[in-house]
């Protein structure tokens, strides 16, 4: 390799006597310090809440830390920036697969009541989950769709939604949730009874025990 090859692809700091790169670099740098401010003055002053605040100051971080990574490349080399993008990408695939249904690192059920005595059959069951897909995304298409009789309620009428997920995941109900707070304490027995079948809870996370590992 020539030293003029090894110097244009490899030698930082050469692409900052570009002007068109400073123009850039200066109004990205200034947008993000303007934003950062005002966000920061809008919370202070009580203007906006704080759950906005804090997601607002959450994405203002995530593209400070997105804008460093690709910045550091470029003053490095036209090699770096193709290395930089090449690992990126490989770290961003996950979260573009996950959001386009590609890929999904957990197992969604879909827990139903269908009132008038009706059935949850193939075509009850497509409709709900095209009906998910259009108002949602792909990515929120349950794997399986569960028929119920009811949804098992504590006596102030909240839904037991947590509970329901550590009985799935291996944990006994009566550690959980106490019966006599429900006012429909056999809406648990179905739970209870698929968390007891290999097949349903095959790709579910198992909790925990004390020791660290599964029940």
Request: glycine letters at 8%; a positive charge.
């Given at each position: 390799m020539s030293e003029l090859?090894?110097?244009?692809w490899f030698s930082p700091g050469d692409v900052l006597h570009d002007r068109v790169t400073l123009v850039a670099v200066g109004v990205i740098v200034g947008l993000l310090?303007?934003?950062?401010?005002?966000?920061?003055v809008l919370g202070q002053a009580g203007l906006i809440s704080e759950k906005l605040y804090r997601e607002i100051m959450l994405r203002w971080r995530s593209w400070l830390f997105i804008t460093l990574?690709?910045?550091i490349p470029i003053v490095l080399g036209p090699a770096w920036v193709m290395t930089g993008t090449c690992l990126l990408s490989l770290l961003c695939y996950q979260?573009?697969?996950r959001?386009?249904?590609?890929f999904r690192e957990k197992t969604i059920s879909l827990f139903v009541v269908l009132g008038d005595g009706?059935?949850?059959?193939d075509t009850v069951d497509a409709q709900i989950k095209r009906r998910i897909r259009d108002d949602c995304s792909l990515r929120h298409v349950p794997d399986e769709i569960v028929?119920?009789?009811e949804v098992p309620r504590t006596r102030s009428g909240k839904v037991l939604e947590l509970p329901v997920k550590r009985i799935l995941m291996g944990v006994q109900a009566d550690q959980v949730v106490s019966r006599d707070s429900l006012v429909n304490a056999a809406a648990l027995d179905v739970f209870v009874t698929l968390a007891g079948d290999?097949?349903?809870t095959a790709s579910l996370p198992r909790a925990p025990t004390a020791s660290g590992g599964s029940p």
């Amino acid at each position: 390799m020539s030293e003029l090859l090894r110097r244009r692809w490899f030698s930082p700091g050469d692409v900052l006597h570009d002007r068109v790169t400073l123009v850039a670099v200066g109004v990205i740098v200034g947008l993000l310090i303007l934003s950062g401010a005002v966000t920061l003055v809008l919370g202070q002053a009580g203007l906006i809440s704080e759950k906005l605040y804090r997601e607002i100051m959450l994405r203002w971080r995530s593209w400070l830390f997105i804008t460093l990574i690709l910045f550091i490349p470029i003053v490095l080399g036209p090699a770096w920036v193709m290395t930089g993008t090449c690992l990126l990408s490989l770290l961003c695939y996950q979260e573009f697969a996950r959001a386009t249904g590609l890929f999904r690192e957990k197992t969604i059920s879909l827990f139903v009541v269908l009132g008038d005595g009706k059935r949850l059959s193939d075509t009850v069951d497509a409709q709900i989950k095209r009906r998910i897909r259009d108002d949602c995304s792909l990515r929120h298409v349950p794997d399986e769709i569960v028929q119920i009789a009811e949804v098992p309620r504590t006596r102030s009428g909240k839904v037991l939604e947590l509970p329901v997920k550590r009985i799935l995941m291996g944990v006994q109900a009566d550690q959980v949730v106490s019966r006599d707070s429900l006012v429909n304490a056999a809406a648990l027995d179905v739970f209870v009874t698929l968390a007891g079948d290999p097949a349903f809870t095959a790709s579910l996370p198992r909790a925990p025990t004390a020791s660290g590992g599964s029940p």
